[in-house]
């Protein structure tokens, strides 16, 4: 791997882990394209700790906050990590077998979009167009469901954002509480998967070889932050959709070009 395709890497990661469009699927189909022949679950882990950054950077007020005032917060944050830990366990070896099959991404997008589309648009149908009110945040049970929907995002092609926010909508939360919620539960998701695979990370780390880790990482920080101001954004404008439709027209695009 060279400077430029640890660079480029480190956008996509930034980019497609906000954006609701998968950023491991996006890493297995750029490596692919790009013949890279790194240990990309490592490779790739590495620069979640990129995005690990910009989240706690964009969503600083609302971790101190969830500490001193919104302690219920807190406790469903929890509630929403041990499913997620759990499936993901289960699923570590089917996940890492998968990133060697971009055929496989591409279907896992499919579901991805059709996902985003349904229930993005079960939201405006039921509470928006309706004008109900949802909620500012799910209850226990729904930060459960929330949690193995995050569990099962292990899989390349499926979006961690897109399926913690999409099932929160369907659970009545607010858009905007959906999305920080979504994020909030990124983060002990990112940090234990980072730390599960730390061994893999550091090995290999000296020379060159450094180098394409920390601006791999530098460039996941800057373009995740700029993602997840624009993302907040289209929530708030109801553009999740749009997310939807790209998903299923990427992994449409996948599997007819049999891209391996």
Same mark, same amino acid.
């Given at each position: 791997?060279?400077?430029?395709? =640890? ?6 990661? !930034? ?14 189909? @750029?490596?692919? +394209?790009?013949? #890279? ?7 790739? +882990?590495? /620069? ?29 944050? +929890?509630? =929403?990590?041990?499913?997620?830990? /759990? ?10 077998? =998968? ?6 991404? !591409?279907?896992? @997008?499919?579901? &991805?979009? @059709? ?6 648009? %079960? ?10 009110? !949802? ?28 399926? &913690?926010?999409? &099932? ?15 994020? $909030? ?5 990112? $940090? ?5 695979? *730390?061994?893999?990370? &550091? ?6 070889? =450094? ?8 460039? *996941? +920080?800057?373009? !995740?932050? *700029? ?12 553009? %999740?959709?749009?997310?939807? #439709? ?15």
């Amino acid at each position: 791997m060279t400077i430029p395709e =640890a660079l480029l890497s480190g956008l996509v990661q !930034g980019l497609t882990e906000f954006f609701p469009i998968s950023s491991s699927g996006h890493l297995v189909l @750029l490596h692919s +394209v790009f013949r #890279i022949k790194e240990p990309q679950v490592a490779f790739d +882990v590495f /620069l979640h700790l990129g995005t690990l950054a910009a989240i706690i950077v964009y969503f600083r007020k609302d971790i101190i906050d969830m500490f001193l005032r919104e302690r219920s917060l807190f406790v469903k944050i +929890v509630a =929403a990590s041990i499913p997620t830990f /759990l499936i993901a366990f289960l699923l570590k070896g089917v996940a890492e077998a =998968a990133f060697g099959s971009p055929r496989l991404v !591409g279907y896992m @997008l499919i579901i &991805t979009g @059709l996902w985003l589309g349904i229930c993005s648009l %079960f939201y405006q149908a039921v509470y928006s167009m309706s004008r109900r009110d !949802g909620s500012d945040s799910p209850g226990i049970f729904g930060s459960i469901v929330i949690g193995i929907a995050q569990g099962i995002s292990v899989m390349p092609g499926i979006s961690r954002s897109g399926a &913690t926010i999409s &099932t929160a909508l369907l659970a009545g939360v607010k858009e905007g509480s959906a999305f920080r919620f979504s994020f $909030l539960a990124g983060i002990p998701a990112i $940090l234990g998967a980072c730390v599960f695979k *730390a061994a893999k990370i &550091t090995s290999g780390l000296d020379g060159d070889g =450094a180098a394409y880790y920390i601006w791999g990482c530098l460039a *996941a +920080v800057v373009s !995740g932050l *700029a993602a997840v101001w624009i993302l907040d954004r289209m929530i708030r404008k109801r553009l %999740f959709f749009v997310f939807g #439709i790209y998903c299923v027209a990427a992994g449409a695009a996948v599997v007819l070009l049999n891209i391996r």
